[in-house]
């Protein structure tokens, strides 16, 4: 029989920050950027909460997004579960969070060990505990969330993470929630998770990130440019660099997510979440240095179309140009993000990066087929 479990610290070491200006909620800058930062302080749509405290269950929860998203939820008073399989610690102390607000969460979180995959186990597990809400942060395919439909039919809402990723690639941008969709993206898992949820009798809302960053980020988004400007090397961007994307922080994403739980606006909607600006590659390369107090890269442009780099992925992005309307979000909702692109770059590296943590080694060998093809070719 499912049982939840009411968690003991399992504080993971992190040496903290000598600075007043790194905290979890904000960063700490480099010093030519202080002067024209004040302090980060939640606006009063931080804290939005339900009309009253919800027992809601959050499928994932242990990785980047479901990290901060749970903290908002207990800091709000509501009773919140992680599903996850125990393979990873169910929590941690986040750099720059104090010690008695680890403390105090850890007290509050609670555990269900289990496979969402294994399906009977979570329609038994689930029915047995009632959840109110559920926050679906891992799900990927719509088989991997009816078992929770069938389960929790007193469901008030469900909440989902998709993706910007399913939209069709179009010469018309930025992509709004209504436009064209691809049945065939590597994100059909999670379209059809939306079919399915709009086929339900279930109050739902679904989310769509374009590509997120922030501290503890698992994707080597910012990582990747920050390995290389580190090692002092030359950063070799797809084509002309002037493709257009777009980030969001990972804090901003989880606000949003809080945003719409109990929010009769938000109910049946999907909602593109995102940073406020677009970026070019190159933009994106020197906001990286800026934001890590390094100097202006040198930036090396390479045309794919002449590298065979086998199953080895070149750069972190679509080379496309890829972005999103975050009208909608903030039209009804009134979600708007806090940070900026360089302020939100600064939070993620002087939280992570800069204390010597990332999630992967720097691997250099395609940029140097790139490099010793431009060397040779000169």
Known sequence: MARLVALQQNQLSFSPLASSLSDFSGTRLPTQLQLKRKLWQPKGSFYVSASSAKKILIMGGTRF???????????????????T?????????????????????SSKILHLKGDRKDFEFVKSSLSAEGFEV???????????????????PNL?????????????KSDLLPHAETDAVDPKSRHKGKLETESL????????????????YGPLNYNPVEEWFFHRLKAGRPIPIPSSGIQITQLGHVKDLARAFVQVLGNDKASKEVFNISGEKYVTFDGLAKACAKAGGFPEPEIVHYNPKDFDFGKKKSFPFRDQHFF???????RLVGWEPEFDLVEGLADSYNLD???????????FSTDDIILGKKLVSV
């Open 65 to 83: 997004i479901g990290v901060f998203l749970s903290r908002l939820l207990v800091k709000e008073g509501h009773q919140v579960t992680l599903f």
């Open 85 to 105: 399989r125990g393979k990873t610690p169910v929590t941690q102390q986040l750099p720059g969070e104090s010690d008695s607000d680890y403390a105090d969460f």
């Open 134 to 152: 559920v926050y679906d942060i891992n799900g990927r395919e719509a088989d991997e969330v009816e078992p929770i439909l069938d389960a929790l």
């Open 156 to 168: 008030e809402q469900f909440i989902y993470c998709s993706s910007a990723g399913v939209y069709l």
């Open 197 to 212: 949820l709009q086929s339900k009798d279930v109050n739902w809302t679904s989310i769509r990130p374009v590509y997120i």
């Open 324 to 330: 999103a309307s975050i009208e909608k979000a903030k």
């Open 353 to 363: 990066f800069g204390r010597g943590t990332f999630r992967k080694e720097a691997d």
